[in-house]
């Protein structure tokens, strides 16, 4: 155990390293910020265009607003994650010396996204601030569910490495390309899992793909602890209650938690076995 | 001159060649660079189509239209990407891999390389470009109504010399980067999806943002494509008219070329001076 | 007279940023490391010449200063008469370089593309260019790795595909930097003969080969320069630098483990000693390099006092390694 959160620190402390120490840390928090609120500013575009302002439904332009800032955790985490293998093996070309050491690749793995998360906190964090206070979205510190707030915010990031662990698993196996399956998982979270829309704009097929998927009963779960009183109406999970809500998300995030360790663990042995642990395949 | 002309044609010739077999060997790029990002451009097409479940407004019946600009501004997102990464950032990546160092000592000009990976690039790029407009039509029903052809054709054109031309000059500019060079490339896709209007329309940015953009090739070379491919809102959602933009492309493609080729010469002299051409791991 | 390379006092300075740890120290406060200096070197047209010295003492940045790409910090570099600050595009026609332990290409090409992709880089025309490229991988006995991806090739096989790629561009000046670095016997054999019959082939083929093994720079190079901190601290041919030592004797002292070697220092008729301990024989490997061989009895008598008993000792004919040990105090492993 004592190893295990040594492994966890030390590889955190790595993932800050390259994640930060490549300019200084003005520069560091521009950067940091700038992705995710012209992404967050995308979105409230599309909706001045079509709507005219933020005013007009704004639960509506909660939900799409909100829903986007906590998915930054998802594009952060499933990126980080799935880089770490493309980014040791090709670039540094440490992935084998670390393959080798005695350590638990699964805790290294999640200290490197522990990083993640961190820079993925700052930037939702500041993309909310916006939210609340350039764009007007009601939040009050005094009537949010803080409770399922931190819960939530818990489970979610757990659910969010395992499906980040089984990304590595399949990275193994695959060359560099220019993007990668993180981006792809994430596009696939982001039409599936009600982040800017309700699920219910989907085909039938395509929203039971999303009530199959954590993603969607989290990202819920964030608007209902952040805007108790004020929910949009037909987007396929209102009115289900806190309680269902968080044990929809626990169980689908622990079903998601084995398939993850057994995705990993199949990637992990079909890369041994075709040699691909240490290939480099930048063209 | 003719032998330094074949010789650079060879070694242009000789860089596109990976790219080109690489696509073909590695055929999950199929599925990760064209299957999955298409997913991104759904969901955007998916947020029209809720707001336009919400709008009363005039904006309401050119939903259509819309969800037509959203397609297309993900298949030059195929290009923007491929510039950034492939092109950009590519010096980099030789570096790293002891490339670099090969390019640099042998005779041909490199602009040759950068030419060769930006048409092996073209390559499979079009291809994500082609299935995304493609998913578009079929999935989503989007109906076009062109303008002339040979517009089309000049701008595409022009929008494509004068966007490589600037992966050109970012590669000469990235060359002595460490992993800058990554951070940089990510720095350049979000906030260059906002301000060059790849899934609204530019002239809602406003002029001062807009004008700003269009120091991007895509910019103007989007706004225009869609003015072109969806004639009946040109007036309504166009930036400027496409015969300026046509000329502002044409600008932009002898700018950027020009730069790049000195910018080049001269980031690797400073290289050669301060070491950093040939430091690895930075 | 133009000669393949000429160097005039060639100096390369490079500058480490230190990173700040304090507030308090001033930024990007900075060091200087001095990786060349004052080099004067001249090597003829069609020289096979080595530069010989351990890790760090310069060997890889004269090599890139002379393949133009680094710049000297003062001085002067010219490749076949060129300035390589001023003139670098002349040059890159007619040289190449082959590193030892790289990889060069992308490893999803197979051996034959990744050369032929080289070769277009130098304008050989592609029937030329895959002609050359096949005879040389029959030369270098990997045919059959022709058709299979670089990623998949071992060590040794890379190496000769890299050295194949510095060759067929048929350079009238190859730099070679530690090109065995790294490879079994039969490999390094291989590569070794190759560069030796390349330059001898034809006239006017001159071969810089930077290496920290004696026995290469003694079996391959007609002229050789020690290097060491930067700086050149001898030149001539293997031959008359082994007889720089020649008065001198090269004796070897096999004893027990030593507490203290250092107390042999100081001993009248050496010139300089190395020593190595192996821990798992518990024992202390002495080579002297005497003026006097009288002085083999101060010697006996010291490892005797520090109560160890000499197992054997051994007169030999001195080496590069003797040489390089007499100028510069110190072994080259």
Partial sequence: MKENLRTLLGAGWLGWQMEA???????????????????????????????????????????????????????????????????????????????????????????????????ATVAVVVTLLFGIFILGIPVDAFTMDWALLVLCLTVGMACLVSIGIALAGITFMTAKHSGGINEGIA?????????????????????????????????????????????????????????????????????FYFLSILIFRLGDYLARRAGKIDMTTAY | ?????????????????????????????????????????????????????????????????????????????????NVLWSMAAQFYWEKEIGNLQLYMIAPMSRMAVLGGMAVGGMFYTTVRAVSTIVIGVLIFGVTFSLGPPIYLILVFLLTLIALYGMGMLFASLYMLYGREAWHTSSLLTEPIYLVSGFYFPVKYMGAIVAVSASIIP???????????????????????????????????????????????????????????LTMRWQ | MNYAVETKDLTRIFRVKKRRRRRSESKGSEQDVTALKDVNLRIEEGELFGLLGPNGAGKTTLIKILCTLLLPTSGKAYVAGNDVEKDPYPIRRIINMVSGGETSGYGLLTTRENLWMFSQFYGIPSKEAKKRIDEMLEAFGI?????????????????????????????????????????????????RKFISDWVRETSGRTVLLTTHYMMEADELCDRLAIIDEGGIVACDTPRNLKKTVSKASSLMFEADYLR??????????????????????????????????????????????????????????????????????KGLA
């Fill in chain 1, 21 to 119: 120490n490549w300019t200084d840390p003005f520069l560091f928090m521009i950067y940091s910020v700038a992705k995710p609120v012209s992404a967050a500013l995308i979105l409230v575009f599309m909706y001045i265009v079509i709507l005219g302002g933020v005013a007009t439904e704004s639960t509506a332009f909660a939900y799409i607003f909100l829903g986007n800032a906590f998915f930054i955790y998802v594009g952060q985490v499933l990126f980080g994650v799935t880089w770490v293998i493309h980014e040791d093996r090709e670039h540094f070309q440490t992935l084998k010396l670390i393959y080798i050491s005695p350590i638990s690749f699964y805790y290294y793995i999640i200290g490197r996204a522990g990083s993640k998360i961190l820079i």
């Fill in chain 1, 187 to 255: 596009g696939l979270f982001y039409v599936f899992c009600g982040v800017v829309f309700p699920i219910t704009q989907l085909p039938a097929w395509g929203q039971s793909l999303g009530y199959a998927i954590p993603v969607t009963y989290w990202l819920e779960a964030m608007r209902k602890a952040l805007l108790p009183a004020q929910q949009l109406e037909g987007t396929g999970l209102h009115g289900i209650e806190n309680f269902w809500l968080v044990a929809l998300l626990a169980v689908s995030a622990l079903f």
């Fill in chain 2, 1 to 81: 001159m003719k032998e330094y002309l074949l010789l650079n044609l060879r070694a242009l010739k000789g860089r596109a060649y990976p790219r080109v077999v690489g696509g073909t060997r590695e055929l999950s790029w199929i599925f990760f660079d064209t299957i999955l990002p298409l997913l991104t451009v759904a969901a955007y097409v998916f947020v029209y189509q809720y707001l336009g479940s919400l709008a009363q407004g005039p904006q309401k019946e050119y939903i259509g239209q819309f969800v037509g600009y959203v397609i297309l501004g993900g298949a030059m997102t195929a290009y923007w990407m």
């Fill in chain 2, 218 to 276: 895509i910019t103007l070379g989007l706004d225009a494509l869609r003015q072109l491919m969806f004639t009946e809102t040109a007036g309504i959602h166009g930036f400027l008219p496409v015969e300026v933009e046509l000329v502002a492309l044409a600008v932009l493609s002898v700018l950027f070329l020009f730069l790049a080729r000195h910018s080049l010469r001269f980031m690797e002299n400073l290289g050669r001076k301060t070491g950093r």
């Fill in chain 3, 143 to 191: 045919w059959d790795k022709r058709n299979a991806k670089v990623r998949t090739l071992s060590t040794g096989e890379r190496q000769k595909a890299n050295v194949i790629r510095g060759f067929m561009t048929d350079p009238s000046i190859i730099f070679l930097d530690e090109p065995t670095l790294g490879l079994d016997v039969n490999a390094s054999r291989t590569i």
């Fill in chain 3, 260 to 329: 203290d070697p250092d107390k042999l220092k100081g001993i009248e008729g050496i010139q300089n000693f190395t020593y190595k301990h192996n821990g798992q024989m518990n024992r202390t490997l002495l080579t002297f390099i005497v003026e006097d061989e009288s002085a083999v009895a101060d010697i006996v008598s010291r490892i005797v006092e520090q109560g160890a008993k000499i197992h054997s000792l051994e007169k030999r004919e001195p080496t590069l390694e003797d040489v390089f040990v007499s100028l510069v105090g």
